[in-house]
């Protein structure tokens, strides 16, 4: 019986085996060279006008770990594969390189590097699957939520789809993307102690059916937590649930007590809300608020908003926590320079719409007004305007400096948010945003391109 | 900087605050009621015919690991929530239910019940969220691979979604889910070592950049790995990396050596695959394999084998991994029997859209000439015809034996899938497989809802 978890100790392992073929080779032909990777998304998920970057420091701190244990060695061995002078330098590898990322929370666009690997070649490869996983989740999440945040228009959204989420991992470190992104909380008790996330949570409605009847299931609840505490109502009949949660709201309060608030989970919640907060004002309840659940979208909950149902805050499960309609990102990790025997070699990739961009590069971006205006991509050391997003954050392996908390990121990714072209906010279609390419990266690019089509051009050998 | 991994010694707080909540407000009230929960899939994904249920193992090496550990409860303590009684039984906590489950790879339908617990009402009731996020996902991925696998019509398909995966949970437990519902292998190293599954991998796009020529590189490659190596031939044009792969291998022959394969990740495989069998047939290289991988999907393969492109096996990553044209199964846990105080009784949940059957339920298979023709629902002790699936697999806590391994697992999914009705394997349109309800189930149900609506139906105490 395997838990099939993933520990500090085994997770360098986590990794596609071709890292450690390439690795073997590498090891064996070019020990020393040393190469540039960018990590980056090629396009934009449908209906995406912006991406939010999130993942960066469980990325770092794995890198920090980052070793092939005796058992993982043993393993390798026994698959009759690699060399035996390669498993012997696999069991010494640790990464030694620098690292270069945008600050978690920030926007970017498709093709602009959020983080960039310099460093040994073997050990820049060998890294490519576990940054790509780690990033990929937290990225795609934060670039979800800050969707769902924005059709809340203000009103508490909180993140609910641990069952949901695709894994153990996805539903942990979801949550702590989701609540980076502006989320209020989650419903999620590890995310809330490992991270210190706000946590939220009532009943099910088990919890009602577990009991002989509604109103005795509220009482129970309402006994066990005497203040501020929610009901969900729409076990058997929302109107019905109002009217057995104003009953004990009534009992509470001549303890001095009072109902926090009512939550509805199914059905067409615009309506319901509505007769729902009538039952609660006629009985005045008003500060009582309505709490809404139920396979809700971004789509869904701008509608209740633009429709002024008096629904105070949204839970959001499934949809935000597999990124539902949009469960991919198209992010990648490319070699963009190989420094071989003292010559630096930009590179780039010619496969059918796969090209990438060559060369150490920074995203210079452009602001007008407290707005965003345009990027440029460059490389590292193009004398163009605008603010550089790609910061130093791992040196020769090392933490340049400890890392912001996640309610600063949190803030960041409000602050960035803000500062988007209004257009780029709506949900339905994607709208462009100015991206320039540097005149040096693009003169690079032709370069590079020319060398390659030549080469490739030439007579095959025999 | 937090690593957000999950141990088994914090894997039981993976759940949702209302599970806790519950827990406290039942040991309040009700601390010797037991309950039975049903988990099961209430609709069918988009163009899915039939689930295949995955992931049954690691649930239960949870449950036998389930505890609160003194950071935990100390947490929760810190949140000024919970009745301080009750954070004393959560550190005593253990799970000392029974299950009842189909055996992974069985094929399901919506409304049947895969896993059901049994026990007292807190311990059944604060299990609910692991449960669903463990047999989600591998559920989730062994139905999507079942439908790969099913398109490449024999031809081996390798599981390569590790980096896209939704989180590293996801993508290890993704891995086992798809070689358990017939995928070749995987790519992922730790999903070999910790399962057992077969890995795969070459080189990625990246050496052959890190060369100065793809034919360096190539041969650099082979030289590492002299025998039966697959090389990657398409970084800058196929039909030249086709030439140069056939150079490598009529070098490799001079030494008694032979390449294994080529390998295409993008373009029009189809065209390209063709143009490179040419390529290897005219050098004598007939043994030499095409693999193809580059965002394939079910549909893509299906309409690659029908056009019989001379590719031998296909690698699928992102697709598959994250079951990306269905992301979500409608996967839930619900209550359908609470015992208190010696009185059992069934219970159901009428909100709209989401009602349940009540009681304590078994599935029962009928079978005719080694095909399913249909299910029937029934109450566990019902007198119907048919074979049923659920079986003891924990007693108060205990594996009831040694769980079966995952090749056998394995081969148990394969015999499934070849015994559904032809139609319900095709990949376009759901098609429906009979489901009939037990007619003491649903008497039971009709009692219950009477009950429940009668109840409901009284005037509003006051």
Chains 1, 2 share one sequence.
Do not use: W
């Amino acid at each position: 019986m395997h838990p099939g978890l993933i520990t500090l100790d085994n997770v360098a392992m986590l990794t596609d085996l071709y890292e450690l073929t390439m690795a073997a080779s590498y090891h064996e032909h070019r020990p020393d060279d040393r190469a540039t990777f960018d990590l980056f998304v090629r396009t934009l998920p449908p209906h995406r006008s912006y991406l939010v970057f999130a993942g960066l420091e469980q990325a770092l701190c794995y890198l920090t770990r980052f070793s092939f244990n005796p058992d993982a060695i043993r393993y390798l061995r026994s698959k009759r594969l690699f060399p035996s002078s390669f498993l012997s330098h696999l069991k010494t590898i640790r990464f030694h390189g620098d690292v270069d990322a945008m600050p978690e929370g920030t926007v970017f666009f498709p093709d602009e590097p959020v983080l960039r690997v310099t460093g040994n070649l073997i050990e820049a490869q060998i890294v490519e699957t576990l940054l790509l996983n780690t990033i990929n989740l937290q990225t795609l999440i934060a670039t979800k939520a800050a969707r769902v945040v924005e059709a809340a228009g203000g009103r508490p959204v909180v993140e609910f789809g641990l069952r949901r989420a695709q894994g153990a991992d996805a539903g942990l470190k979801g949550a702590r993307a989701a609540y980076l992104a502006g989320c209020a909380g989650t419903s999620n008790v590890l995310a809330g102690q490992l991270f210190g996330i706000p946590i939220f949570g009532t009943m099910a409605h088990s919890f009602v059916q577990a009991f002989p009847s509604e109103l005795e299931a509220f009482r129970a609840f309402a006994k066990t937590f005497p203040s501020g505490t929610t009901l969900l109502i729409d076990t058997y009949d929302s109107v019905r649930g109002a009217q057995h949660a104003a009953i004990v709201a009534r009992e509470l309060s001549r303890h001095g007590l009072r109902l926090g608030g009512v939550r509805l989970d199914s059905g067409d919640l615009i309506t319901a809300s509505r007769s729902v907060r009538r039952i609660l004002d006629v009985q005045k309840l008003r500060d009582v608020t309505i709490f809404a659940s139920g396979n809700l979208t971004e789509y869904r909950i701008q509608e209740i908003v633009r429709r002024r149902a008096p629904i105070d805050a949204f839970g959001v499960g499934t949809e935000l926590s597999v990124s539902a309609d949009a469960p991919i990102l198209d992010i990648v990790y490319k070699l963009s320079e190989v420094v071989s025997g003292g010559t630096k070699t930009p590179t780039l990739k010619l496969s059918a719409g796969k090209q990438t961009y060559p060369g150490r590069k920074q995203v210079f971006r452009l602001q007008r007004d407290g707005r965003f205006v345009g990027d440029i991509l460059a490389l590292d050391h193009e004398p163009v305007s605008g603010r550089p997003l790609l910061k130093p954050v791992m040196r020769k392996g090392r933490l340049v400096g400890p890392l912001p908390s996640l309610s600063s990121l949190r803030r960041h990714a409000a602050a960035e948010r803000m500062q988007l072209p209004s257009k780029l906010r709506g949900l339905h279609e994607a709208r462009p945003y100015p991206i320039r390419i540097g005149a040096g990266l693009r003169r690079t690019a032709q370069e590079c391109r020319r060398r390659l089509l030549t080469g490739v051009g030439e007579p095959v050998e025999s």
